[in-house]
């Protein structure tokens, strides 16, 4: 059973909307769809909020600690109210996939993601991610700029589309049954690039 949901992502308005912050915008849309308002929390570093699912508190954290950061905050809510890793979702931002593809896997590496790195090194690996895709520039050295800069529209809208895919799982989510949650988000397929457009004939 997930108990906390996390969204990572900078705060402040230069940094609205940008790709690194697909996280917040997540947990926006959880927040609007379960009614629950987030507010500043300073004991757990972040915006914050609880629902009650099933009988059982739901959290919703926006750390506001800026991405490197991440896992002061996460780890504070969670120690506080003995909630172990596997029952953490993050929702972040991921390099290698393509904006509209979306995917929830449990585990593995931070993939140099450096919001990842801090709440690994916080609370280890064993927690639910929701890697949602923004491509990447090509070359390593574009990254940083690539992730604070806001994607062009069309992949904006793809960005908003895998986000509204996955959270048509939130019920299968908050019921615990995570394999059918995998299966359910998974399934969304890339968007297929649009073929080049033919040369112009010689006039």
């Known amino acids: ?14 940094y609205e909307d940008t790709r ?6 997540w947990i926006d849309q959880v927040a609007s769809q379960l009614k ?6 300073r ?3 972040g915006l914050a909020g609880r629902a009650n699912v099933q009988g059982q508190a739901l959290w919703l954290l926006q750390p506001q600690t800026y991405m490197n950061l991440s896992g002061k905050s996460v780890a504070a809510l969670a120690r506080f109210f003995k909630i172990a890793p596997d029952e953490i979702l993050v929702a972040h931002d ?3 996939f393509e904006p509209g593809t979306v995917k929830l896997k449990k585990g593995g590496s931070h993939g140099g ?24 520039p090509g ?7 690539w992730v604070l800069k ?28 995570m394999d059918k949650a995998v299966q359910q988000i998974n399934t969304l397929k890339p968007p297929r690039p649009k073929p080049p457009r033919p040369p112009a004939a010689p006039v």
């Not at 070359?139 to 700029?145: D, I, R």
């Not at 069309?154 to 908050?174: F, M, N």
Request: glycine share 10%.
């Open 1 to 14: 059973m997930i108990r906390l949901m996390v969204g990572l992502g900078n705060p402040g308005p230069e």
């Open 20 to 25: 690194h912050n697909a996280g917040f915008a």
């Open 36 to 41: 629950v308002q987030l507010a500043p929390e």
């Open 43 to 45: 004991s757990y570093w």
């Open 94 to 96: 991921e390099l290698d």
């Open 113 to 136: 993601h450096n919001g990842l790195r801090d709440i690994h090194a916080q609370l280890g690996s064993d927690y639910w991610r929701l890697r949602i895709g923004i491509g990447h």
């Open 139 to 145: 070359l390593k050295h574009e990254v940083v700029g």
């Open 150 to 177: 806001r994607p062009m529209q069309t992949e904006r809208e793809r960005i908003e589309d895998s986000i509204a895919h996955a959270l048509k799982a939130l019920p299968v989510l908050l019921s615990g049954d």
